[in-house]
């Protein structure tokens, strides 16, 4: 019986540690290469080069190889930075992984990874992920026009912009969400003749500051950043309405759900409040668009 009652004593230590060192393994955190928000850049990585001696002669000098700056690649951005920072706060490892996009869902249903960045609710991934109460960061789409235009009306709905048959330029290959489609939905199988395309925000704002379309939508947190860019933030400005929101999630796998995941989550979410609140994420954001935009 002693050796029985020892023999489980054990067990539970081991069961024990076990769970102690599963606790400290890095939580994995999956993203998708995304301008401003995630992405590899380039940085010098200085090696020293060998001091000489100044009595040496030339013809005794040893090169040292590899004295050239070599570029690597870091991966930065503005989810990263929020994303570092939040779980440094509460000392918790974790690791990034820059995935293909078509890899992000997958790798979060088989468990492969803890969590991942840049997600929006109401889409596939909902059934696999559980989503914090904040966002890391939200764009806020508005209309765009000449200034003098929006101290005139300081509103424009899509209603009101249909029916001053105003023009509306937007980008090519965005992902508009329903409510946009609703107000111009496709003729005949062709874009709605009150839009106009444009390949960048920069020749979309450009396109209204010459007059060659009435009214652009864009968000916000980039347009307002290459307004002041391009020298128009007198010239152009946003009308005072939102017309829609997409928001951005740190979003857990469901996968790694145990004893533990609740004191996370509550965790997490206390430092995403708590840099929401001082404004501390809205400082990252705006000084990474300000970087990224062009």
């Known amino acids: 019986m002693k050796n029985i ?10 069961l024990m540690q076990l769970k102690v060192i599963a606790l400290e393994k890095k939580l994995k955190i999956i993203v998708e290469e995304t301008p401003i928000r995630s992405y590899l850049e380039d940085v010098l990585n200085e090696k020293k080069t060998a001091k000489k001696d100044p009595n040496e002669k030339p013809s005794d000098a040893k090169e040292e190889k590899g004295g050239e700056n070599t570029p690597q690649k ?19 490892p974790i690791e990034f992984e820059i995935v293909h996009w078509t890899q992000v869902l997958p790798k ?10 840049g997600i929006e609710k109401k889409s596939k991934f909902d059934k696999y992920v559980i989503f914090p109460r904040l966002p890391t960061y939200t764009k806020n789409y508005s209309f765009y026009a000449l200034a003098k235009q929006v101290q005139e009306n300081p509103i424009m709905t899509f209603e009101d912009a249909l029916a001053h048959n105003y023009s509306v330029g937007i980008l090519v290959g965005f992902s508009y969400p329903k409510i946009f489609w609703d107000a111009y939905p496709f003729e005949n199988k062709q874009l709605n003749n009150h839009l106009k395309e444009g ?16 009214l652009i939508l864009a968000d916000r947190e980039r347009a307002d950043v290459l307004l002041k860019k391009i020298g128009a933030e007198e010239t152009i400005t946003h009308f005072k309405n939102i017309l ?16 533990k995941f609740p004191e996370l989550k509550s965790k997490v979410e206390r430092e995403l409040y708590k840099m929401t609140e001082s404004e501390q994420m809205k400082d990252i954001n705006e000084s990474w668009v300000f970087k990224g935009i062009n």
Do not use: H, P
């Open 5 to 14: 009652a020892q023999n489980i004593l054990i067990f539970f230590i081991i």
């Open 74 to 92: 870091k991966l930065v951005g503005s989810d990263i930075e929020i994303t570092t920072k939040l779980f440094a706060r509460l000392n918790i």
């Open 108 to 117: 979060i249903i088989s468990g492969e990874a803890d969590l991942a960045l």
């Open 199 to 214: 390949r960048s925000l920069r020749n979309n704002l450009i396109g209204l500051k010459e007059k060659k379309f009435d």
């Open 244 to 259: 829609f929101w997409k928001e951005f999630y740190l979003v857990f796998s469901k996968k790694m759900v145990n004893d």
